[in-house]
């Protein structure tokens, strides 16, 4: 989505969805030569059929503050996006996770 400080990733073995990454992260920009965004460290875990979620990498973003590459705020910040990913998700209404992946398999060229 654009302007989304998340990005989604689906893993898909054959059949089925496995699991869904959000990627917690500052919303894309356009630059003269490329996409600039900046890693938020903390990330959620959803298993295929969307039934729980966990968090990855606090640990990581724990580090960041006490380093001072993140503030506190910038950090509640990014975990308050997250949860706002989950309510999305539980609600069913996020617009790139549903039902659409499962059983997708690439065009062959």
Known sequence: MRGASYSVIVFLPPDDVERWYINLEQPFVRTPIDL??????????????????????????AKAVAFGSVSAAEAAAFRAEGER???????????????????WTPVES
């Open 36 to 61: 600039d965004t900046r890693d938020n460290h903390l990330d959620l875990v959803f298993p295929g059929d969307l039934s729980a979620h966990r968090w990855k990498d606090e640990d990581e973003l």
């Open 85 to 103: 990913v989950i309510e999305l998700v539980q609600r069913g209404d996020h617009p790139a996770i549903d039902d659409r992946w499962c059983g």
